[in-house]
């Protein structure tokens, strides 16, 4: 529910537009509001589960979640809207690390291999199902309710859930050794600050002609995220509990993983941003149809996800590099096919297949190998860190690749199907390097 939230709200995002006359840096936020707090909040939302047990503040962040949902289907304006996603970004950061921790603590061996590997399935299926059901949604418009249905529809399923979870989750250890473990609100603090200052310039910064004060605040995040990471390495040092441990970081291939893991994401979520605005607002296509264009990709990304573990073995050192290729030339193909503002016909359909799979295999192989390495004790750790790199890399994403769309298109002359092509293309060339990198990364480090 949560991965499907993140990505539910893009085909939604023309529609809110239109009815709340919002700009376009106000669409972003809509996005990447979410984004925002569930990453900052993610590894102190896995620590407040060491600290308070994962069963407890996983069924708070889920009545979280549920409750700012409701809110959000109600909003009037587009300020209540952005305010409300980040809480419910808030809630998502306190249940899902809980779901990891809970894995990590209750499998061992190949089962918790599998275990994971159905986690990061399921995450996969519901980040790109989200665009298909969110055109389903908006479309029908029952009861009038039109693109807030697609926040209404996870309250009778959080209630569920709510019920569900007082029932079926392990009761928590009292006497669990991480409750000795202490909050690092300085770290928060800073990472928060940090990724504020890199995420508000580049929404903004488009729309208000790029101020002066749009390139202090990038070069300040720089400089804070600095200063982040020097005050983690001396708490480390000191015996604290820094938020993000260096000794996790240090773990053999967690930091190729992160890199992967976040130019995935990325490029994730910047396509589906620009594609939605290009098929809706450029080609006029309804929400129903701009969802279903995503059906292929959709489809093959699951597939490819819960099937890749039984793979030839001889093939699964060379996945993640060959998935990010594969990504590389399927965005590409994505922009080509609908360049001339066309609706792109078989070719469009064939790149979006490709680009399931190419994002499945260089997502999933990369989270579950991270993971199934790591030591039970530094399971928390890991997993606030792997799944702040998720929303991290679909903020940046968003943020990004939906800056350069949208000033691509105004220097263009506005949404006109050709023009909208022509912004559509530059961008997916930008998101095909960054898929390029991906690769790239891996064979240098295979080298080294």
């Known amino acids: ?97 809980q779901v990891l921790s809970l894995l990590q603590r209750n499998f061992t061996g190949e089962a918790r291999a599998r275990a994971l590997g159905a986690y990061s399935a399921v995450l996969a299926v519901g980040a790109a199902a989200g665009q298909v059901l969110g055109g389903v949604l908006v479309d029908a418009d029952l009861f009038g309710t039109g693109w807030r249905l697609v926040f209404l529809v996870n309250v009778p399923v959080g209630a569920v859930l709510l019920a569900l979870g007082t029932r079926a989750l392990p009761r928590d250890d009292r006497a669990a050794p991480e409750r000795t473990r202490r909050l690092d609100l300085p770290g928060l603090v800073l990472l928060g600050a940090a990724v504020s200052l890199l995420t508000v310039p580049l929404v903004l910064g488009q729309e ?161 190998g991270a993971l199934a390495t790591v030591r039970p004790q530094d399971a928390a750790d890991a997993a606030g860190l792997l799944a702040t790199v998720v929303q991290l890399g679909q903020l940046i994403g968003v943020a990004t690749f939906g800056t350069l769309f949208l000033n691509r298109l105004e220097s263009l002359g506005g949404p006109q199907a050709y023009t909208s092509s022509d912004a559509f293309l530059a961008c997916t060339y930008a998101l095909a390097a960054t898929a390029a990198l991906g690769a790239v990364s891996g064979l240098v480090r295979r080298r080294r």
């Open 1 to 97: 529910m949560a991965a499907l939230d993140v990505f539910i709200v893009n085909v939604a995002v023309p529609t809110i537009g239109s009815e709340l006359h919002a700009s376009g840096a106000q669409l972003q936020l809509v996005v990447a509001g979410y984004a925002i707090t569930y990453s900052v909040l993610l590894i102190t939302g896995a620590r407040l589960g060491d600290l308070l047990g994962h069963r407890r503040v996983h069924l708070a962040g889920l009545a979280l979640f549920t409750a700012a949902s409701l809110v959000c289907g109600l909003a009037q304006g587009t300020g209540e809207l952005i305010a409300f996603r980040m809480a419910q970004g808030a809630g998502s950061a306190l249940m899902i690390p």
């Open 208 to 368: 208000e002609d790029w101020p002066l004060w749009s390139w202090l605040c990038l070069g300040s995040a720089a400089v804070v995220f600095g200063l982040f990471c020097g005050y983690e390495s001396w708490l480390a040092r000191r015996g604290g509990a820094p938020l993000i441990a260096p000794k996790v970081v240090r773990h053999p291939g967690m930091g190729l993983a992160v890199l992967r893991i976040g130019a995935a994401m990325a490029v994730n979520a910047g396509l589906l941003f620009a594609l939605t605005l290009h098929l809706q607002e450029g080609l006029g296509d309804s929400a129903l149809r701009a969802g279903l264009t995503f059906a292929p990709a959709a489809v093959v990304f699951g597939a490819v996800g819960l099937t890749w573990r039984g793979w030839p073995a001889a093939w699964q050192r060379a996945l993640v590099p060959a998935g990010f290729l594969l990504t590389a030339a399927a965005v590409a193909g994505v922009g080509l096919a609908l360049h001339g503002g066309g609706g792109g016909g078989a070719g469009l359909y064939a790149a979006l297949t490709a680009l399931g799979a190419g994002l499945a295999l260089a997502f999933s192989p990369s989270f579950t």
